[in-house]
T-cell receptor
């Protein structure tokens, strides 16, 4: 089954304790992205990756790191989490630009989300 | 000003009625537009993409007005299952990888 998986789904942690949220897709997608969703603000892009070893900042990258060492995985790293990073996080992937800009290549598939609470 | 703005609603719609709502975007370099549906803070799912003037898929019609910089979504013959939050998403020509999301419009279809 084609899917994007995230782990953990729920996490409660304390300020300053490094954590990693994993994201994996089995669709051979080039493009992957991380978002956070907060009430009233919608989804905001944290980082995205056009392909392996290529990552770029989104609109809210501060306090986050990512890596793209292999095509299927795009982990989100919080080196020193703070309470303002409490949020719902989504990972997403799409085919990317290799196939041109078409509805199928542009469609983003989202993971189920990770609810993070930083105390 | 936010780059993508939506009326948060809720739009309360009787079953079978038609509802329409808009999404405005501020950056004229915006190229691709999408409507995603999100249920109760679950993962968003693509409803439709819009690259030219509009798109239609069954009961759903999206129309793009580049001159006034807005995109609309119309739902005909509303079903109870259409109750959800509809997210407007915009991709700019100058940065394909970046996506801008609106905060969403809530639609509640009532029996």
């Amino acid at each position: 089954e084609a899917q994007v998986t995230q782990n953990p789904r729920y996490l409660i942690t304390v300020t300053g304790k490094k954590l990693t949220v994993t994201c994996s897709q089995n669709m051979n997608h080039e493009y992957m992205s991380w978002y956070r969703q907060d009430p009233g603000l919608g989804l905001r892009q944290i980082y995205y990756s056009m392909n392996v070893e290529v990552t770029d900042k989104g609109d809210v990258p501060e306090g986050y790191k990512v890596s793209r060492k292999e095509k299927r995985n795009f982990p989100l790293i919080l080196e020193s989490p703070s309470p303002n990073q409490t949020s719902l996080y989504f990972c997403a992937s799409s085919l990317g630009l290799a196939g041109g800009i078409t509805p199928s290549t542009d469609t983003q598939y989202f993971g189920p989300g990770t609810r993070l609470t930083v105390l | 000003r936010k780059e993508v703005e939506q009326d948060p609603g809720p739009f309360n719609v009787p079953e079978g009625a038609t509802v329409a709502f808009n999404c405005t975007y501020s950056n004229s370099a915006s190229q691709s537009f999408f409507w995603y549906r999100q249920d109760c803070r679950k993962e968003p799912k693509l409803l439709m993409s819009v690259y030219s003037s509009g798109n239609e898929d069954g009961r759903f019609t999206a129309q793009l007005n580049r001159a006034s910089q807005y995109i609309s979504l119309l739902i005909r013959d509303s079903k109870l299952s259409d109750s959800a939050t509809y997210l407007c998403v915009v991709r700019r020509l100058d940065s394909w990888g970046k996506l801008q999301f609106g905060a969403g419009t809530q639609v509640v279809v009532t029996p």
